[in-house]
């Protein structure tokens, strides 16, 4: 509970700043809605079904791009970083990718996939595969070599050293490795929606541009937001089990 106070009250007086440039009329109405009118416009498109088949489409699209990234990405992290000499050829290509910003890709997604779900997961894992791998190979790489040592003193090989060496001593990376990349692919989600598909948080969001309805806007990025803030801490709470599981905790 002592947590939680300091950030409720950040979240309170941030609310009343808004309210309060709202009406001294900083911003003109039209630029800034009040917190009033986002709240009419969340029980507006709640009511709707809009605004639940958005966040349904979002979660959707983000669930299977990641997935298809991380499955790719985790075993060929775990295989490079045991890897140094494919590991320094392929390390500029990766890192080049890397740095790619994904919204580079929105022409080819739109060419390649057309409008759909499809562009909108091609761009979720172009954003996120390169770093995870990274990510792993680097964890990988910075396992001390007397772990190996040890473990080839109990004979371990294949799925033994995985399971029992390897991956425990990467997982606390690891599952860093994916909040980071789910926070990337949680951003890239709304530009791809902007241009590629016909519903989703992004896509909800260009509609109230086009429809000038800015508290419609913000109303969509306040849940995208707070469904990111809700991954993130559910994620976080794999991190500590993970921790007391493999005993990394003190």
């Given at each position: 509970?002592?947590?939680?106070?300091?950030?409720?009250?950040?979240?309170?007086?941030?609310?009343?700043?808004?309210?309060l440039?709202?009406?001294?009329?900083?911003?003109?109405?039209?630029?800034?809605p009040?917190?009033?009118q986002?709240?009419?416009?969340?029980?507006?498109?709640?009511k709707?079904?809009?605004?639940?088949?958005?966040?349904v489409?979002?979660?959707?699209?983000?669930?299977?791009?990641?997935?298809?990234?991380?499955?790719?990405?985790?075993?060929?992290?775990?295989?490079?970083?045991?890897?140094?000499?494919?590991?320094?050829?392929?390390?500029?290509?990766?890192?080049?990718?890397?740095f790619?910003?994904?919204?580079?890709?929105i022409?080819?997604?739109?060419l390649?996939?057309?409008?759909?779900?499809?562009?909108?997961?091609?761009?979720?894992?172009?954003?996120?595969?390169?770093?995870?791998v990274?990510?792993?190979?680097?964890?990988?790489?910075?396992?001390?070599?007397?772990?190996?040592r040890?473990?080839?003193d109990?004979?371990?090989?294949?799925?033994e050293?995985?399971?029992?060496?390897?991956?425990?001593?990467?997982?606390?990376q690891?599952?860093?490795g994916?909040?980071?990349?789910?926070?990337?692919?949680?951003?890239?989600?709304?530009?791809?929606?902007?241009?590629?598909?016909?519903?989703g948080?992004?896509?909800?969001?260009?509609?109230?541009?086009?429809?000038?309805?800015?508290?419609?806007a913000?109303?969509?990025?306040?849940?995208?937001?707070?469904?990111?803030?809700g991954i993130?801490?559910?994620?976080?709470?794999?991190?500590?089990?993970?921790?007391?599981?493999?005993?990394?905790?003190?």
């Open positions: 509970m002592k947590k939680v106070i300091p950030g409720l009250l950040v979240f309170i007086v941030a609310l009343f700043i808004w309210w440039a709202c009406r001294t009329g900083v911003f003109p109405a039209y630029a800034l009040s917190p009033g986002v709240l009419l416009s969340f029980k507006e498109e709640f709707a079904g809009r605004l639940v088949n958005d966040v489409a979002s979660l959707w699209r983000v669930f299977v791009g990641y997935y298809v990234a991380a499955l790719l990405a985790i075993p060929l992290g775990l295989w490079l970083g045991r890897q140094p000499r494919v590991r320094n050829a392929l390390l500029p290509m990766l890192n080049f990718f890397r790619l910003s994904p919204l580079a890709w022409p080819f997604a739109i390649w996939f057309h409008i759909g779900d499809k562009p909108a997961f091609f761009l979720i894992f172009m954003s996120t595969f390169f770093p995870l990274l990510t792993v190979m680097a964890a990988v790489a910075t396992i001390p070599s007397i772990y190996f040890v473990a080839h109990y004979k371990y090989t294949g799925w050293l995985l399971t029992k060496v390897t991956f425990p001593a990467v997982l606390p690891l599952i860093t994916l909040r980071v990349t789910y926070g990337i692919a949680w951003v890239v989600i709304v530009a791809a929606e902007m241009v590629g598909c016909q519903d948080l992004g896509y909800g969001i260009w509609e109230a541009r086009n429809g000038l309805r800015l508290d419609s913000v109303c969509y990025m306040i849940v995208i937001g707070l469904i990111g803030m993130d801490r559910i994620l976080y709470q794999f991190t500590k089990l993970s921790n007391v599981r493999w005993g990394y905790e003190r």
